[in-house]
């Protein structure tokens, strides 16, 4: 059972990342970042449910949240669901889809974006 939680984490570390998430699955909760980024940085982390790498980068990025004391709203796209609202980022913010992808946004614009192993909450 060690190696099953060291691969996929234990269950009450689980609920509590969840929670710091704030899903996008509209337009409307796109623009609620966007506003929130005028009062603290907002990170999006787009997300491919289908891709291995993604739920590794993810599970790393979410390990980081856990132990990190900064003031950041974090927001979860999930691509597959709601490729849309991915174009939507890309030419609202001008940047190129990748995924997975981590987008800073402050004052309402993309400050930072990093894709893959470059997604480190340390450099934002």
């Not at 998430?21 to 907002?42: G, Y």
């Not at 990025?61 to 991915?86: G, I, P, T, V």
């Not at 940047?95 to 480190?120: M, W, Y």
Request: with cysteine; hydrophobic share 35%; proline share 1%.
């Amino acid at each position: 059972m060690g190696l099953l939680n060291q691969l996929f984490g234990k269950k009450e570390e689980q609920d509590q990342t969840k929670s710091l998430w704030k899903k996008i699955e509209s337009e409307k909760d796109l623009d609620s970042a966007v506003e929130k980024s005028s009062q603290q940085k907002v990170l999006i982390f787009k997300h491919s449910t289908r891709c291995f790498i993604s739920k590794t980068v993810l599970k790393n990025f979410e390990k980081q949240m856990q132990n990190s004391d900064k003031d950041y709203a974090y927001y979860f796209l999930d691509l597959l669901a709601h490729r849309n609202l991915s174009n939507e980022i890309e030419s609202r913010f001008d940047v190129v889809h990748q995924s997975p992808q981590l987008i800073v946004l402050e004052n309402g614009k993309a400050t930072r974006n990093a894709s893959h192993q470059s997604i480190d909450l340390d450099t934002v």
